[in-house]
C-alpha cells in the first residue's frame, strides 16, 4: 500500500459546485497533515493544515480521520480560479521530512 | 513573492557537463529540502539540511551532490547526468525539521537531459 494515496482526477466541475476530494495515509504515526496546491508547472503552495478537530478557511474545509486514516478537502462554490492539483501531504512525527501524494487535479468550468 | 529562490528557472545540459542549481531562502528559516518532481510522480525527497548540516540523503546517486553552505543557501551540483533525471527540482524550506510545519517552496528548476 502506497504512504500516500490519492484519485488523480481529473475532477471536472461547474463553477459555484461543492467538491470534495479524499486521500488515505498507511502510517498510522503520522501526526501532521496539510493539503498544498500546485497550479500548472508552478511550485506547491501550502493551501492549509489539517486539525484533528477540523478546520475551515473560507469556502475551504479540511477534516481528518483517524481511525479510518483518511484526509479530506471540501471546496464550497468553486471558482474558476480553484483549478489546479491538490496534493495531500503528511508528516510523520519525528521524521525529517514531509510525504506527497501524486495529487488531484481539480478543472473548474463556466 | 516567494520567499525561496531558485536559479537558473530552466537548465538544458548534456550528459557530460557540470552544473548547479542554487537556491536561497530569506525567511530565517533552519531547515532546507532538495526535493524531485517527475511526470505523474510524487514529490521526491531527495536532501534534507538542519543548520546546514546534513541529516538524510533519500538514496540518491552520487551524480547529485548537495552543498549547504549556511542556513539559506542551498545547491544541487550535476555531473553526468542521465535523460531520465530531467525533471524539476524544487528547494524548500522549513522553520524547523520533525515539527510538522509546512514548508515554503521555491519555483523550481526545469531540468532537461539531452
Known amino acids: 500500500r502506497k504512504e500516500v494515496e490519492q484519485d488523480p482526477g481529473p475532477f471536472n466541475v461547474p463553477e459555484g459546485a461543492t467538491v470534495a476530494f479524499n486521500c488515505t495515509y498507511s502510517n498510522s504515526a503520522s501526526q501532521s497533515f496539510f493539503w498544498y496546491r500546485q497550479d500548472c508547472r508552478k511550485e506547491p503552495k501550502l493551501l492549509m493544515s489539517?486539525?484533528?478537530s477540523g478546520n475551515e478557511d473560507g469556502r475551504f474545509t479540511a477534516q481528518l480521520n483517524r481511525a479510518s486514516q483518511y484526509i479530506s478537502l471540501l471546496i464550497r462554490d468553486s471558482k474558476l480560479s480553484d483549478s489546479a492539483t491538490y496534493l495531500c501531504v503528511l508528516n510523520t512525527g519525528t521524521a525529517s521530512k514531509l510525504t506527497f501524494g501524486t495529487g488531484t487535479r481539480l478543472q473548474v468550468t463556466l | 513573492e516567494t520567499g525561496v529562490t531558485q536559479t537558473p528557472r530552466h537548465l538544458v545540459m548534456g550528459m557530460t557537463n557540470k552544473k548547479s542549481l542554487k537556491c536561497e531562502q530569506h525567511l530565517g528559516h533552519n531547515a532546507m529540502y532538495w526535493y524531485k518532481q517527475s511526470a505523474k510522480k510524487p514529490l521526491e525527497l531527495m536532501f534534507v539540511y538542519n543548520f546546514k548540516e546534513q541529516t538524510e540523503n533519500n538514496s540518491v546517486p552520487s551524480r547529485f551532490s548537495p552543498e549547504c553552505p549556511n542556513s539559506s543557501h542551498l545547491f544541487l551540483h550535476l555531473h553526468t547526468l542521465q535523460p531520465e533525471d530531467s525533471a524539476l527540482y524544487l528547494c524548500a524550506s522549513s522553520q524547523d525539521i520533525g515539527t510538522g510545519s509546512g514548508y515554503t517552496f521555491g519555483s523550481g528548476t526545469r531540468l532537461t537531459v539531452v
Open positions: 489539517v486539525y484533528s
